[in-house]
């Protein structure tokens, strides 16, 4: 599972993409469908967090990220709600990209990171910063990217993992990869169940209904059918159900289930000077609330999400390409809480990007048309001056948007047909240095948002949402990250720093729920058959209140993990793992009211075949 | 005009006066008497303490006195009082009781409800009102009845309709069947027998009552749109007397009756009226200038003051109270309270 199958090429191509290797990045068939990630990787940083130790048996996507990233995650305890905020900003703020398409909630425009189930990203990397010119809606304070791998080597791998642990907690994955060399898939199916009934630290209560379950299944296909032209097929299902836990024990118990299917088919033309992809999406999403756990009349949402791209790539010279890039999406939504709509959103897109020496830079509009909302021009421009083989410059300007969800729009008591999209402007500047296994970045950016959608009382319904607020932020991002390798021995560190202020501009009162300080650090240590993983992760005081009032923070905190693994068999092929969680026992919360467990554990079995 | 506020001081005159025959010489029977708790729903509900000269704030008084190991519950609704003791609703289907002037815990009811809503006390027992799934029209709305020696819910009174504010007089009990402008009955119990024994209709929904005189008054009104002012005879439980109230108001609730006038709240005003008045003109008693639906979020009318709460439009940060004399409508005080400030209780 330390498979450097899968670690070489998100090293190679993500972190550390040096200039040789950005001009032959862009046209070439890359091996993710995500293409906008790699092509335009390289005037805003990108962190790569699919080398760690802990992607291999990952207890939650929102913990790997937010053990990983600068990126701050509010989760309802495990299992529970969870979603992100990125540079100080909200969780209808970060764009979720599954292989190249937003996988964000059509009803509320977020994304919940305990509602993804499979096994199979085999990368995720996090990008902080505007990105709505290539990424589209949300992507204000940076899009998180969860892309399948498709490998055209001949191989053939099996991996089933078991994992069981604390809270009656169990797992179970398989995972297929495989290719002939014109032929590739990678599959897996998984399933994960938890009684998830941790005691609270310092307290004499449990977590009450938190119980869950969920099944995933993913399937992606790629046929060369000559060095020109190659097929893709990306599937995803899932499906769970969890218990809502109880803030108060005498509460009314509730529930929630979740189906969502996507499907992308992609063809990709290629040559030298040309790249065309012409790719089809199908989303379906779907949930089903219950106010009591025999709720006959649960309330439930149902979107169905059609996409067609073509997105064709140009070699103007050798240095210079430009992208062109239309999209159609039509999405209709429907449920018990929303009027029955159709959307129809439509958009074009141009980048430019240009490598005149040490010096390149990138340009990009995009103009999107929808029926029931106006949108405004987004730009994106950016440079990266290169300016000794171990230090780099970059800066980046953006205007980024976020277009009002099915709910914001059409709730039925409440929705406000009449919303503007949220939009912003953004700026950062960030330097980057490398010397030898030594790499370090330091970026700064200042954003303004506008016509933030916050839900407030109305006259004519209870909440009604508007167009109300504005925010700025500024702050700071530092990564550091060295590895280091002598015979057997192998060791990664790596550090992050972020400074968020992020303010309402009316009341000057730093945003709820956004951390000022959060600072993360991981170590992961291999020597031949043995491998040691540690992290740590320090959040700041968090205000809960938008007036700010430090009686109700959550308080700042140390939490640590780790993680000891042995593989055993001629060919190391099996792996016994333990995992423990807040080794600290630290008493600690994302969320008002929702207390995470103290230390606990997980024990995992790994076959790879 | 002149001559109405001449009354209206005479009234209150005589008011202030019977109020400090009774109070002057008792001693404060804990730390929160002689003064008005004001009750936050939450996140976790709390409890301001504000003394009567406003000298003395305190937030949160129940964690003050009583530390973690217990807490209010989410969402505390209401409070109703049986002597000395405080009933403190909380939505997530629990009651503490508490000493109502020192704020002691004394014990927690959390079985037999569903959304609980306001409560009052008749016959030794309590009735507390469930809106459970908050369906509507309401199919499972109830009465819960407690018993007071126990404390446990000792039965239920389903109502056919929804069941928000609750109210003992003349020996019976009235539940209204209004929730946030829909509905348009009282539901009648008997608390001998538990059983329902009439059901009043209404023009629109009733959202409000006090009592005056052993008379009942309700204030019926739609979320939005006019409102009237009911009054029921509680011999034989029919309307006798209807008043039509300005239809240029909008979004009526919070009837208080104190002292021959009635008050309620609109769209951030404050209206005071004589309850023998023939004629209603649109003229605020009190502007409050505030265009936050949340202001009048709580109210209510004691000893010459008017109370009025303004909830944070976010509902994310502390609301506020304001106090005014209800005889000029000076403004006397201004206190930051806590979440959602939805309600007063005077001790």
């Known amino acids: 599972m330390y498979s450097e199958k899968w670690i070489l090429p998100a090293l190679l191509l993500l972190c550390l993409v040096g200039r040789a290797q950005q001009d032959t990045v862009f046209l070439r068939q890359v091996d993710i469908s995500d293409v906008s990630l790699k092509r335009y990787g390289s005037t805003q940083k990108a962190i790569s967090i699919s080398d760690s130790v802990y992607t291999s048996n990952r207890t939650s996507l929102g913990g790997l990220i937010q053990f990983n990233s600068p990126v701050y995650i509010r989760e309802n305890g495990i299992g529970g709600v969870s979603s992100a905020s990125f540079r100080g900003t909200t969780a209808q703020q970060t764009a979720v990209i599954w ?101 609270f630290p310092d307290s004499d209560r449990n977590n009450l209904n938190g119980a869950f379950f969920n099944t995933g299944i993913s399937a992606a296909a790629g046929y060369r059918i000559n060095h020109k032209n190659i097929i893709r097929l990306y599937s995803q299902y899932s499906s769970g159900e969890r218990h809502f836990s109880l803030i108060s024990p005498s509460e009314t118990p509730t529930k929630y289930q979740d189906r969502n299917s996507r499907n992308l088919l992609e063809w990709i033309y290629g040559n030298e000077n040309f790249n065309s992809r012409a790719r089809v999406a199908y989303l379906e999403e779907q949930y089903r609330y219950f106010e009591t756990l025999n709720d006959e009349n649960p309330s439930f949402g149902l979107a169905k999400t059609v996409i067609g791209k073509y997105d064709a790539a140009l070699k103007i010279r050798s240095n210079m390409f430009v992208n062109a890039l239309v999209e159609y999406a039509s999405i209709r939504g429907s449920g018990t809480d929303v009027r029955q709509t159709n959307r129809n959103i439509g958009s074009g897109t141009l980048v430019f990007r240009h490598i005149p020496g040490k010096f390149l830079y990138e340009l990009g509009i995009r103009q999107e048309l929808s029926d029931d909302y106006s ?56 330097q980057d240095f490398q010397w030898k296994n030594l790499s370090a970045g330091l ?111 959550l308080d700042g905190y140390f939490v640590g993990n780790g993680l000891v693994s042995y593989r055993f068999g001629k060919q190391k092929s099996i792996v016994v793992e333990a995992q423990v969680r807040n080794v600290f026992d630290q008493e600690y919360q994302t969320m008002i009211n929702r207390p995470y467990p103290g230390r606990h554990y997980t024990f995992s079995l790994t076959l790879m075949l | 005009m002149n001559i109405k506020k001449l009354l209206l001081l005479s009234f209150t005159a005589a008011f202030f006066a019977s109020c400090s025959n009774d109070d002057d010489n008792r001693a404060p029977l804990g730390d929160y008497d002689n003064g008005v708790l004001v009750l936050n729903e939450g996140g976790t509900g709390t409890v301001t303490y504000i003394s009567d000269d406003f000298n003395t704030v305190q937030q949160d008084i129940f964690y003050e006195v009583n530390g973690e190991t217990q807490d209010l519950g989410q969402y505390t609704q209401s409070i109703f009082f049986d002597g000395d003791r405080a009933f403190v609703i909380s939505g997530s289907n629990k009651i503490t009781v508490v000493n109502r002037y020192t704020f002691e815990y004394i014990a927690t009811i959390d079985s037999g409800f569903a959304a609980p809503r306001y409560g009052t006390v008749a016959n030794g027992k309590a009735y507390v009102t469930n809106s459970n799934t908050f369906d509507f029209p309401a199919t499972d709305d109830y009465v819960s009845v407690i018993n007071l020696q126990t404390l446990a819910v000792v039965g239920t009174i389903n109502t056919n309709a929804s069941a928000e504010r609750i109210i003992e007089a003349n020996g019976k009990i009235y539940v209204s069947n209004g929730f946030f402008g829909s509905g348009n009955s009282i539901t009648v119990i008997d608390p001998s027998t538990d059983a329902i024994t009439a059901t009043i209709e209404t023009d629109f929904a009733p959202n409000s009552f006090d009592i005056e005189n052993g008379q ?70 009190v502007a409050t200038g505030s265009t936050n639906p949340y202001m009048g979020y709580g109210f209510a009318v004691n000893n010459g003051r008017i109370y009025i709460s303004e909830a944070a439009e976010d509902f994310t940060s502390d609301g506020k109270i304001f106090v005014y004399d209800n005889s000029n409508g000076t403004l006397l005080n201004q206190t930051t309270v806590g979440l959602g400030p939805n309600g007063f209780y005077f001790n």
């Open chain 1, 99 to 199: 292989n190249g398409i937003n996988i964000n909630s059509q009803f509320n425009g977020q994304f919940d990171f305990n509602s993804y189930y499979t096994s199979d990203a085999g990368q995720i990397t996090v990008r902080p910063g505007g990105g709505s010119v290539l990424f589209g809606s949300s992507a204000i304070g940076g899009s998180i990217h969860l892309n399948t791998t498709l490998d055209f080597y001949r191989h053939l791998d099996n991996r089933v993992s078991l994992s069981y642990g604390s809270f009656d907690t169990g797992r179970f994955a398989y995972n297929i990869n495989a290719s002939d060399g014109k032929f590739s898939v990678n599959a897996s199916v998984s399933h994960n169940r938890s009684e998830n009934d941790y005691p």
């Open chain 1, 375 to 430: 949108s405004p021009v987004l730009f994106s421009a950016g440079g990266k001056y290169q300016i000794t083989s171990n230090y780099s410059l970059r800066f980046n300007g953006s205007r980024n948007y976020r277009i009002p969800s099915f709910n914001d729009l059409y709730w039925a008591d409440g929705g406000n047909p009449d919303l503007k999209p949220e939009s912003s402007y953004q700026a950062e500047i960030g």
């Open chain 2, 216 to 285: 009942l008054y309700a204030l019926c009104a739609g979320f939005s749109g006019a409102g009237e002012l009911i009054k029921i005879n509680t011999q034989n439980n029919t309307l006798s007397q209807t008043i039509e109230l300005p239809e240029t108001q909008s979004g009526l609730a919070n009837l208080d009756v104190d002292n021959g006038n009635f008050y309620y709240t609109a769209s951030g005003n404050i209206y005071k009226y004589a309850l023998n008045a023939t004629a209603f003109t649109d003229t605020a008693f």
């Open chain 1, 443 to 553: 970026t700064v950016f200042y954003m303004d948002i506008s016509d933030m959608i916050q839900w407030l009382p109305g006259t004519t319904a209870a909440w009604r949402p508007v167009n109300v607020n504005e925010v700025e932020s500024f702050g700071l991002e530092f990564s550091g990250k060295h590895s280091f390798e002598s015979g057997s021995h192998k060791l990664v560190s790596a550090v992050l720093y972020s400074y968020t202020n992020s303010q309402n501009a009316e009341t000057e009162k730093q945003l709820i729920y956004v951390p000022k300080h959060k600072a993360t650090a991981a170590l992961d240590y291999t020597y031949d058959r043995f491998g040691v993983g540690l992290q740590g992760l320090f959040t700041g005081s968090v205000p809960t209140r938008s007036d700010n009032n430090p009686r109700y923070d």
